[in-house]
């Protein structure tokens, strides 16, 4: 069915019969159609799908124009453009790092957007844990958060931030990576639905702050640990109690006062990474999943992770070289890495 759109914002950018029509004319031409593609070569289009109001996007604005979205062709390349001296190479942070002498950190302040791996790379390497809703994009793009968003809205499937943490974990994930500065009721009105009233029919609405502390109370009597970490990936982990103590008290450790317990005597504040193996595991677990393991990227996106490594080994490489790294590798993304056979390689 044809969305009625309202006029862009942007009265530079095509407004939706010119988009549709352009689309059709792309397709039919056997040109690229996923995300990526269409930033590379046909911006404005990209740019006025996801500015049309209400809320089209660029899998509405595909199946508006009448294309089958699995039928596109992809494109992914297999380099990328160095911003510097614009060679193409298969690994820019070893190519800005050697050629240039240039920091990976320093590189991404000039160019934040940038990645170590090209597409084709990211896509064979990308891990992704299976969900209800099927993937139709090869990788993540802040324009697929939305895509994928409003796509479950149109599915009937439960919108408010619980539900989506329990039904599609790697989006949420990639909500936090792609829209750092942005809040989820800030997205939910970004594909024209009302956050208020998605609240409002929220399931969770009749929990009160009292049913929270209640909540954390049993656990804590049953022994289980009531700190964050375990609550929200460990044995016993429940996503929706930590969630909601976060939303009616604003913060964790809030919500265990309210509960009267002391977090340190409880061990609610037990390091994520109490043991050497423990942050092993987890620069191999960012490894398998494709994310960087940068020094730098890993401090601002994981301080947990790097001060147990500083804890545990004295320093980050020497973390690394415990798992058989070889320095050269130290300067990549973590999927690229280099390993020497040794104890803890799997």
Same mark, same amino acid.
């Given at each position: 069915?044809?969305?009625?759109?309202?006029?862009?914002?942007?009265?530079? /950018?095509? !407004?939706?019969?010119?988009?549709? +029509? @352009?689309?059709?004319?792309?397709?039919? +031409?056997?040109?690229?159609?996923?995300?990526?593609?269409?930033?590379?070569?046909?911006?404005?289009?990209?740019?006025?799908?996801?500015?049309?109001?209400?809320?089209?996007?660029? #899998?509405?604005?595909?199946?508006?124009? !009448? %294309?089958?979205?699995?039928? %596109?062709? &992809?494109?992914?390349?297999?380099? =990328?453009?160095?911003?510097?001296?614009?060679?193409?190479?298969?690994?820019?942070?070893?190519?800005?790092?050697?050629?240039? $002498? &240039?920091?990976?950190?320093?590189? /991404?302040?000039?160019?934040?957007?940038?990645?170590?791996?090209?597409?084709?790379?990211?896509?064979?390497?990308?891990?992704?844990?299976?969900?209800?809703?099927?993937?139709?994009?090869?990788?993540?793009?802040?324009?697929? &958060?939305?895509?994928?968003?409003?796509?479950?809205?149109?599915? !009937?499937?439960?919108?408010?931030?619980? @539900?989506?943490?329990?039904?599609?974990?790697?989006?949420?994930?990639?909500?936090?990576?792609?829209?750092?500065?942005?809040?989820?009721?800030?997205?939910?009105?970004?594909?024209?639905?009302?956050?208020?009233?998605?609240? =409002?029919?929220?399931?969770?609405?009749?929990?009160?702050?009292?049913?929270?502390?209640?909540?954390?109370? $049993? #656990?804590?009597?049953? !022994?289980?640990?009531?700190?964050?970490?375990?609550?929200?990936?460990?044995?016993?982990?429940?996503?929706?109690?930590?969630?909601?103590? =976060?939303?009616?008290?604003?913060?964790?450790?809030?919500?265990?006062?309210?509960?009267?317990?002391?977090?340190?005597?409880?061990?609610?504040?037990?390091?994520?990474? +109490?043991?050497?193996?423990?942050?092993?595991?987890? %620069?191999?677990?960012?490894?398998? @999943?494709?994310?960087? %393991?940068?020094?730098?990227?890993?401090?601002?996106?994981?301080?947990?992770?790097?001060?147990?490594?500083?804890?545990?080994?004295?320093?980050?490489?020497?973390?690394?070289?415990?798992?058989?790294?070889?320095?050269? +590798?130290?300067?990549?993304?973590?999927?690229?890495?280099?390993?020497?056979?040794?104890?803890?390689?799997?």
């Amino acid at each position: 069915m044809l969305l009625k759109a309202k006029p862009s914002a942007d009265p530079s /950018l095509p !407004g939706v019969v010119e988009l549709t +029509a @352009a689309l059709k004319r792309l397709h039919e +031409a056997g040109m690229p159609l996923n995300i990526t593609a269409a930033k590379r070569h046909y911006p404005q289009l990209l740019a006025a799908a996801f500015a049309q109001q209400p809320f089209l996007g660029w #899998r509405r604005a595909l199946r508006q124009a !009448g %294309i089958d979205y699995s039928k %596109i062709r &992809v494109e992914l390349p297999s380099l =990328l453009t160095c911003a510097i001296c614009d060679k193409e190479v298969g690994n820019l942070a070893n190519h800005v790092r050697l050629k240039h $002498q &240039v920091a990976w950190d320093e590189y /991404l302040l000039d160019h934040p957007d940038a990645e170590v791996l090209p597409e084709w790379e990211r896509r064979r390497r990308s891990f992704r844990e299976w969900t209800k809703l099927a993937h139709w994009e090869p990788l993540w793009t802040p324009e697929y &958060v939305l895509d994928r968003l409003s796509a479950w809205h149109e599915s !009937g499937a439960a919108m408010n931030h619980v @539900a989506m943490e329990e039904q599609d974990t790697p989006l949420m994930n990639s909500v936090r990576r792609w829209w750092p500065k942005h809040t989820y009721d800030e997205l939910l009105t970004k594909i024209g639905l009302d956050a208020e009233d998605i609240r =409002l029919r929220d399931d969770f609405t009749t929990i009160t702050p009292e049913m929270v502390v209640q909540k954390i109370q $049993q #656990r804590h009597a049953e !022994g289980l640990p009531v700190n964050a970490g375990e609550l929200v990936r460990g044995t016993h982990a429940d996503i929706q109690t930590y969630t909601l103590g =976060l939303r009616l008290f604003g913060s964790w450790l809030e919500a265990l006062h309210a509960a009267g317990i002391d977090p340190e005597a409880s061990g609610a504040f037990v390091p994520r990474f +109490a043991s050497r193996q423990a942050v092993l595991d987890e %620069i191999l677990r960012r490894q398998a @999943a494709g994310l960087t %393991i940068l020094h730098g990227p890993v401090t601002r996106s994981d301080t947990a992770l790097a001060s147990g490594a500083y804890r545990h080994f004295g320093s980050w490489n020497l973390a690394l070289q415990a798992l058989n790294l070889t320095a050269e +590798a130290e300067t990549v993304e973590g999927s690229s890495l280099k390993r020497r056979a040794g104890p803890h390689c799997r």
